[in-house]
């Protein structure tokens, strides 16, 4: 009982976190996290199906089948509305987003009526165990293959948009890397320039001061004395 109410409250909130991420533009991480939130909500709903199969082909009664059904296709809906409002933020996270909008929209077309197929293949009189077994099988398995196909290029998407998000945050480190190492040596060579400047500044006033043009006067030297001028 425990365990069913954290399940439960953790669907909640995965939930709310999909939902709240549309409209909103995410980076290539945060776009991987919720997929794989969505994923998670998705396989745990499609286990209350899986069991209400179970049960609907040992009873024969399909009530608890088709509100389980039409719970997971209410929220892949809800999922799919979410991730169309998204913004992109670079080529490989919009690749990524509609490669996953794609596969639930595949999951919607197909899995209903998969589940209803073998609904009707499970409630034949005539089949035994076995090979109504073998039938289940025959239905479900293209549909898991298929599946599988899917989750492996989704996956093989997420980690290209993941590395090229590494790859930008990466130039960006470097640039502004480059950026202060040239404003520190503007800096430098600015200091430098003002120093030799002041330098060769002071020196030829000192060397105006000391110029061998300019003779000192001394006390007396043009003015006439008595006796010069007679």
Known sequence: MIFSVRLGLTMVFCALSVVSAAGRTLSAQELVDEIGDSRMILRELFGEVS???????????????????????RTLDEHLAAFETLSDASPAERALRLYFIAFLQWKRAELPGRIKAVVAVGRKPSLDPVRRRAAIQDLMEPFAKEERQWLKQLDEVGKNALLQQSAIAGGEVERRSRLRTLGGLLVVFFLSVVGVAGGIWIFLKGAGRNSPGKVPREPGMGKGTPGDFG
């Open 51 to 73: 069991k209400s199969l179970k049960g609907t082909i040992e009873s024969g009664n399909p009530g608890q089948l088709e509100q389980s059904l039409a719970r997971y296709v």
